[in-house]
């Protein structure tokens, strides 16, 4: 078994200090917020250079943006080896170069803007590594955060994680187009090699958590003891994935203006409920909260499906943020206690495969019911997936207690 990377950092033994807890956590998860800035910062360039600089279609110019969440979802089962085998620093480390090596591809790409298929070849190459970056990083670090901390701390650690991603991304995305408007996509891809190359030199120089010995099962059981509450995360983020995919489309068809308010109050709630209620779920428990989370987001949803005035879905817009905040952490914490720690890393990384799929299907999917019972029904839609995540939090939350009554 290959050694850690550096000295091994002590498990926290007995109880910390609410203050070295959240100091540990953010010293690991300040990575995951530079892989998210990174992802951030083309995000909203990449479409206008594939179809206006090199002249493609808009297909094409979709192909290049969501050709990074491909590599994201298939290399998930390849972070959670990665972090179970060689410990999540390696995870990280590997990620961090992969982003580094994306940024140098997407400056070589700016570099080719009049020829097409060269220019178009190397960006795509580096939103692959992009992808598979995410992946390592975002996996490595809350295996990491859980392993400097404790297991006690997955639901803060797992929180902290969703807070730097989500921060991260309303940063990088404006930071992008700043950026591409004084020196183009070449811009992005230099600040983005720096950054994540930087970041590369501090996190080696990061205490490494020691590497797990025991046995480890197949990815394949971890998975199938992961899809009970994977389904209800997929199900629980259809809401998440309508109202940033179409709630634009959904205010213009009511002839509303400023739909990116409801994008920024459903943002900020998320954010807000994260920073404040994280404890809850160590107090209450993960199922409970994740109960209560999912009838809140179902509440919004079906506010938004109703709402008649641009006030109502804004508000709609701001209780699915409240709502959907805890469902990921909430049901994770109960996902990870059915696989020995020794499979963390490949719980975490089947665990957010579901995550992946649903934001990945969500769309089209709603693109259909659009078609035929117009933007309203989409939220419908969205609201009843909720409830049936619901239904089905109820059902494993009932199993387990059958599973704890004959302890007690």
Known sequence: MTA??????TPPHGELATGNVTRRILSVVAFNFVIYLC?????AVVPGFVHGDLGYSA????????????????????????????????SVLTGLALCTGSG??????????????????????????????????????????????GARHTAKVISWNGVTTYGALAIGAPAGVLLASHGSLGAIGIVTSAIAGISLLLARRQAAVPILKGERLPFR?????????????????????TITA???????????????????????CFVVTRLLLADSITRFGGYPVALVSLAVEAAGLAMLWLAQEPWQALAGAAVVGFGFSLVFPSL???????????????????????????????????????KHGGYPAVYLFAAL???????????????????LAPAT
Request: proline share 4%.
């Open 39 to 43: 992802v951030g910062l083309p995000i």
């Open 4 to 9: 850690p990377l550096s000295t091994p950092a």
């Open 246 to 268: 179409f709630i634009t489309l959904y205010y213009a068809g009511h002839g509303w203006d400023h739909a990116a308010l409801a994008l920024t109050a459903l943002g900020t």
């Open 385 to 403: 997936a909720a409830v049936l995540a619901l239904v089905m939090s109820q059902i494993l939350a009932a199993r387990y207690r059958e599973r």
């Open 59 to 90: 297909v094409l110019a979709g192909l290049a943006v969501s050709i990074q969440y491909l590599a994201t979802l298939l290399s998930r089962p390849w972070a959670g080896s990665l972090c179970d085998m060689k410990g999540p620093k390696s």
């Open 221 to 241: 059981s971890v998975f199938r003891a992961m899809s009970p509450f994977g389904l209800c995360l997929a199900l629980g983020s259809v809401g998440f994935g």
């Open 332 to 370: 994770g914490i109960e996902a990870v206690k059915r696989v020995p720690a020794t499979n963390r890393g490949s719980a975490l990384g089947a665990y957010a495969l579901f995550f992946d799929f649903s934001l990945g299907l969500t769309g089209p999917v709603a693109g259909l019911i659009t």
């Open 104 to 149: 140098v591809l997407t400056l070589v790409a700016s570099l080719f803007a009049g020829s097409d298929w060269v220019g178009l070849g190397w960006l795509l190459a580096g939103r692959l590594m992009l992808g598979a970056g995410e992946s390592l990083v975002t996996t490595g670090t809350i295996a990491w955060g859980i392993g400097s901390v």
